[in-house]
């Protein structure tokens, strides 16, 4: 099993910045590839940004230039910071995290994080 513990949501103004981290443990081997998603009311959960072991990160349109993935390998975590925030990015934010336990390929999400951008 792998466990996955998000923090560092919140309320914030439009223009401000917030930084999720997410950690993860358990039974790991490995770790392929480390993200974030987004699910918005109403909306289907979609793609933030993605970071491979090793390879180039991706991010979805709506947030480049404003949004930086980065992961710590030695800790298994990923971060997202995200700056200029506007409130089309109120949503939860999911971590996702794909592992090598030895035995199998596992494909883990976090609880989410509320993110709401108001003034």
């Known amino acids: 099993q792998v466990q996955l513990v998000e923090s560092g949501g919140g309320l914030v103004q439009p223009g401000g910045s917030l930084r999720l981290s997410c950690a993860a443990s358990?039974?790991?081997?490995?770790?392929?590839?480390m993200g974030w998603y987004r699910q918005a009311p109403g909306n289907q959960r979609e793609l933030v940004a993605v970071?491979?072991?090793?390879?180039?990160?991706n991010y979805a349109d709506s947030v480049k230039g404003r949004f930086t993935i980065s992961r710590d390998n030695a800790k298994n975590t990923v971060y997202l910071q995200m700056n200029s925030l506007k409130p089309d990015d109120t949503a939860v934010y999911y971590c996702n995290v794909k592992a090598w336990t030895g035995v199998r390929f596992l494909d883990s999400w976090g609880q989410g994080t509320q993110v709401t951008v108001s003034s």
């Open positions: 970071i491979p072991n090793g390879g180039s990160t």
């Open positions: 358990g039974r790991i081997i490995s770790i392929n590839a």
